[in-house]
């Protein structure tokens, strides 16, 4: 599959790949990019739309997720395609989250061309910010990357430590790690027309590569397994006296939903007035009761959020990543999407043909659901 | 005596259950076993719908959390959907929320759907019958004890 490959210069993998991406600006080959950038104190990088290449200073191995780029994406695709075509570099979880939400008509790959590159693990935002270690974040996660070694994995994200994949499918081009040998190259992997039709004239070197293949199957494998494990142990979060507990620090925020890229409903049921109710109603629920908690419907909101969405869950950890409870909601969430899309047999982010199963139905399904 | 057999009724629990009914099938057949005066017993409250296919699974949840001790959602029989399909699309939801009771901690038998036509006043009331003694069997909802909810 891997035919091409980027030559790093001076050892230097996030410079060459942003003067690849420049070139990409540069040659009008792309109107616009979507890219991790540091902002301007340095002690962060965001995403940022960008046309003048004279400005870019693209970050795109920082070990960090602000916010999702599929949300982003569809912010800007969803009222009306882009006219133009708009390069979008994203990681692996977020392209999943894309392909979900132009299912969910929440975006358009109209004129986007995906840039997938190859995730080495994310760090919590604060971790990030203030990295305890003596090289900053992007240089860490390289090196240990480069010597093989696993010292970044104490940082990383608890979603990153269990990811489902972290080789992107369903991109246009990846750039790719997994195999390469980063002090010399980055792998350019062409997977569609429009990637093809992307690098047309740029400069890249071609190689016969062969280790891709192999370290992308240890990779999977070994997160598999990872994934695998967790899923064992965390899924007896489970019964409502444990789920309560799981809970108790919930300020009720739905920061959660707000960060998920898969909640996109403008007004969610739970910020509605739906559940509103009259004094006389708490009131008799305490006298019924004897007390309850409030505020009230937490659970419920949790476990509703879960119904409407955990078909569509691509692990990207993004909801505990902004819980100000530090609620570790991936323990709870994982095990669920795992048995919820099992069910189905869904996989979401996977292939843009399948329909997420709460559309479709057949009529010679399930009939026992509704007998004796 | 009179005072003891007061008593007894007292401590008998009583099943609570919140039914979702189809305006055009099920709703209707709830409807015909009042007017046939078909006993039933009189523990479910029953909520009209316009279609089976239109109950958010929320609205299955949010009853259960507030300690109903089971949810009856009742459809036109499969392919007499008044909307065509809202019944094909409820047994789906049905599947799904199953999982979520299972994290939930409730059992899948709280939460029955079934199809009754309008003409089935009997088996509506035979269904009640089933569901309301069904639910006696398991016991009231653990979740009324839970107040951290
Ligand atoms: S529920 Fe959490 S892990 Fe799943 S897609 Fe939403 S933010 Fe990502
Ligand atoms: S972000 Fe955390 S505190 Fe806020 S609603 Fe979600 S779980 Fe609760
Ligand atoms: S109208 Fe009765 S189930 Fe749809």
Redesign the interface.
């Known amino acids: 599959m891997t035919d091409k490959i980027l030559k790093v210069k001076n050892g230097d993998v996030a410079g060459s790949v942003n003067e690849f991406l420049k070139e990409l600006l540069k040659s009008g080959k792309v109107h616009a990019l979507l890219v991790m950038q540091e902002v301007p104190s340095k002690k962060i990088s965001f995403p940022v739309l960008i046309s003048d290449p004279g400005q870019l200073n693209a970050n795109v191995f920082a070990p960090v997720l602000p916010v999702s780029t599929a949300s982003i994406v569809s912010k800007i695709t969803k009222f009306q395609a882009a006219e133009k075509l708009v390069g979008v570099v994203m990681h692996p979880c977020q392209i999943r989250a894309l392909v979900e939400l132009v299912k969910l008509n929440q975006a358009s790959l109209e004129n986007i061309v995906i840039i997938g590159v190859d995730c080495l693990g994310t760090f919590p935002l604060n971790i990030y910010t203030d990295f305890p270690e003596k090289k900053i974040p992007t240089q860490f996660i390289l090196d240990a990357f480069k010597n093989k070694s696993k010292e970044a994995e104490k940082y990383l994200r608890s979603a990153c430590l269990v990811c489902k994949d972290p080789v992107p499918v369903n991109a246009d081009i990846v750039l790719g790690l997994y195999g390469a040998d980063i002090g010399k190259e980055v792998f350019v992997e062409v997977c569609t027309d429009a990637g093809k039709k992307l690098l047309d004239g740029i400069k890249l070197d071609s190689k016969d590569v062969k280790g891709r293949e192999n370290a992308v199957k240890v990779v999977r494998e070994d997160k598999a397994n990872k994934r695998d494990e967790f899923v064992k142990k965390k899924s007896s979060l ?7 507990e799981f809970f ?1 620090k919930c300020v009720n925020c739905h920061n959660c939903m707000k960060a998920c890229p898969i909640c996109y409903c403008k007004e969610c ?1 739970f910020d509605s007035s739906v ?1 509103d109710a009259e004094a006389y109603k708490f009131l008799r ?1 305490a006298e ?6 409030m505020p ?5 909101f949790h ?2 959020r ?3 969405m ?2 569509s869950c691509v692990e990207c950890g993004l909801c505990e990543q902004a819980c100000p409870s530090d609620i570790l909601l991936m323990d ?1 969430f994982i095990p ?1 999407a795992e ?2 899309q099992k ?2 047999d869904y996989h979401p982010g996977k292939d843009p043909e399948e329909k997420i ?2 559309v479709v ?3 010679d ?3 026992e ?4 | 005596m009179v005072e003891e057999k007061k008593e007894s009724k007292k401590n008998e629990f009583e099943p609570k259950i919140v039914g979702f009914l189809c305006n055009w099938c099920s709703y209707a057949g709830a409807d015909l076993a009042g007017t046939s005066r078909i006993q039933y017993p009189p523990n479910v409250r029953i909520i009209r719908v316009m279609c089976s296919g239109s109950v958010d699974s929320v609205y299955i949840l949010r009853a259960l959390l507030e300690g109903a001790d089971g949810v009856f959602v009742g459809g036109c029989h499969p392919g007499d959907c008044h909307y065509l399909d809202g019944n094909y699309k409820a047994r789906r939801r049905m599947v799904l929320l199953r999982d979520i009771l299972d994290t939930l901690g409730l059992e899948q038998e709280r939460v029955w759907i079934r199809w009754i036509s309008a003409s089935e006043g009997q088996q509506f009331a035979e269904t009640m019958r089933e569901m309301t003694e069904a639910i006696r069997k398991l016991g009231p909802t653990p979740i009324t004890k839970q107040w951290n909810i």
């Open positions: 489970k019964g409502i006296k444990v789920l309560s108790d049921l559940f629920k019924s009761k004897g007390l309850f908690k009230n419907d937490s659970i419920l476990l509703g879960m119904n409407h955990i078909l709870v669920a048995s919820a069910e189905f199963p709460m139905y057949q009529e399904e399930y009939v659901v509704g007998e004796a």
